[in-house]
């Protein structure tokens, strides 16, 4: 990360610190203050029009008090021994308790990204990659921190007393018949304002200007064009905190045109991105566990790639004890998609020529013999075994492929198993459950590669040779039936195009094999993965406008 990026989250984050943290705190212990995602919409009407990005934080007691639920006892004094001592740092020197100052009158957080202002952009030097050039002088965002006031009286009470803190000076100027207020202490000064009900926060006075103007009648976030009907969108259920971005291409090009040294995009590439309108996500905590989601608005204009759903076959095609999997549908798409935009950009153009060239040294046609008949589902995944070549690691891999031209993918294969054995391969053929499987057998290792027909349209690879007995032995129970991948991915949206899923106490199993003594996990990194079933994410496409992408952190409940 660049000292630019990094001094911006330090400013944003350090401006909502003492908010943000001190209510996640007492929501985990105490539960706190009305504050819920409604909300936004009040607090996008004070912020500017020119801001391409903004987040708000709900502080609503409901939501936070659902992860109570999760965590291994373990794991739960952790996070509260991390929150407590946060608010120690943060608060103790100030003499502030969030309970309270903060608590009676702090309803939801929104932050805003807007462009540098004209009159004086905050900068940052950094220096050049030619060292014989002077340092490259880089812009910042402005950042405007909107907070809720649902106590007028308890929020004068607590800048009342910020004003008597030590070594704290504040001096209030008008602007427009409002006061701004500018308290000065240890580092640069800051600047707020109270807008009916809201107060707004800037490291930057003509930040609090701006929203002062915006909250008399100029254009604003919510009215903004885009912005308006994603800050409608209730993303998921219990939200914790939603993102908004009105203007996807042009957030890119605002943050690109902050920094000089970053390259200017072609106009190819701006076109691309043009594909995405807006997009809304949103962060939420269920039953299940801290869902997030994201809904983006697409120009079907634009947009090369069709989606398709996958009927999920596959994923009762993997045994039950599979460690990652990722699943989907129409490879062939894909890559025609991928064929049809690299005309617009020349290098991808050359890089595809390539391929196909070096494809074609192997007397195989990268486009037809490769991609072409992949065009039903498909699934990657890491299976555990600890036999022959996979002693050492533990795990395999598995591919499987829907096709409806089975003529050439078995083509392919065949030019492929000619090509290893003029590598020193030795090619095997071996039955596995009535299925004939083709071997690649290493000379003192053992079986490579495998792969075979499950059925009539269903062709697998394996990397590792009892893979292959896993895969086409099907004694046993499929993925498909295993509670923990019903745990993870049971209440994600359906129809969808596909999965990835990863199971934690397997993948936790696989660190510690890999960590030595003096590597080992920390021990509040095992909680904290302990409490965890799992990851769970998939997308789907209701229309050629709209895509919509789900994920789970599936977390494990608390034992009483």
Do not use: C
Request: proline share 5%; net charge neutral.
């Amino acid at each position: 990360m660049t000292m630019s990026k990094t001094k911006i989250l330090v400013s944003a984050v350090g401006v909502a610190g003492v908010i943000v943290g001190s209510v996640a705190a007492y929501m985990y212990f105490k539960g706190g203050p009305a504050g819920d995602i409604s909300g936004a919409a009040g607090s996008a009407k004070v912020v500017p029009d020119e801001a391409f990005m903004a987040t708000y934080i709900s502080t609503d007691p409901k939501v936070w008090a659902k992860l109570e639920q999760f965590g291994t006892p373990e794991a739960q004094k952790i996070v509260a021994k991390g929150l407590e001592e946060f608010n120690q740092d943060v608060l103790t020197d100030s003499n502030i308790s969030y309970e309270k100052d903060l608590k009676p009158w702090v309803g939801g957080v929104m932050i805003a990204m807007l462009p540098p202002t004209s009159t004086r952009p905050a900068q940052l030097k950094l220096p050049s990659a030619n060292p014989n050039l002077p340092p490259v002088t880089t812009q910042e965002p402005n950042v405007l921190m909107v907070v809720g006031i649902k106590d007028k009286i308890n929020a004068l009470n607590f800048a009342n007393k910020l004003k008597g803190q030590k070594g704290v000076t504040t001096k209030e100027i008008d602007y427009k018949g409002l006061k701004i207020t500018e308290t000065s202490g240890k580092g640069q000064p800051t600047y707020t304002a109270v807008l009916n009900n809201h107060l707004v926060f800037a490291p930057a006075k003509q930040t609090v200007e701006q929203a002062i103007d915006t909250f008399k009648g100029q254009p604003s976030f919510a009215s903004k064009e885009g912005a308006n009907s994603i800050l409608s969108k209730g993303v998921v259920e219990n939200t914790v905190a939603q993102i908004y971005v009105p203007d996807y291409a042009g957030m890119v090009q605002q943050l690109i045109n902050l920094n000089p040294q970053v390259q200017q995009l072609p106009p190819q590439t701006l076109a691309q991105l043009k594909q995405l309108k807006s997009m809304v996500m949103g962060v939420g905590i269920d039953d299940a566990g801290v869902r997030m989601k994201a809904i983006a608005n697409l120009d079907p204009e634009l947009v090369k790639f069709q989606y398709q759903n996958s009927a999920g076959k596959v994923v009762s095609q993997l045994p039950a004890d599979t460690i990652a999997m990722v699943s989907g549908q129409g490879i062939s798409s894909w890559w025609s998609a991928f064929v049809e935009q690299s005309n617009d950009y020349p290098e991808f153009k050359q890089v595809l020529e390539q391929a196909r060239s070096q494809v074609k040294l192997a007397n195989l046609d990268l486009d037809k013999e490769i991609f072409g008949w992949m065009d039903g589902e498909f699934s990657a995944a890491a299976i555990p075994s600890n036999q022959g070549i996979l002693a050492q690691v533990g795990f395999g891999g598995a591919f499987i492929f829907h096709t409806s031209d089975r003529k050439t993918a078995e083509t392919t294969f065949t030019k492929l198993d000619n090509l290893a054995k003029t590598q020193q391969v030795n090619i095997v053929q071996r039955n596995i459950g009535g299925k004939n499987i083709t071997e690649w057998q290493i000379p003192g290792q053992g079986s490579l590669i495998t792969h075979g027909w499950l059925d009539q349209d269903t062709v697998f690879v394996t990397l590792g040779g009892p893979i292959a007995d896993a895969i086409a032995n099907s004694n046993g129970k499929s993925l498909k039936d295993s509670e923990n991948f019903k745990t993870v991915t049971g209440s994600l949206q359906k129809p969808n195009g596909g999965y990835f899923y990863l199971d934690m106490d397997k993948t936790a199993s696989l660190i510690n094999r890999f960590a030595t003594q003096n590597q080992s996990l920390p021990p509040e990194a095992s909680a904290i993965i302990n409490s965890i079933h799992g990851v769970g994410l998939t997308t789907t496409s209701p229309d050629k406008s709209t895509t919509h992408m789900e994920m789970l952190l599936a977390l494990k409940k608390t034992s009483k």
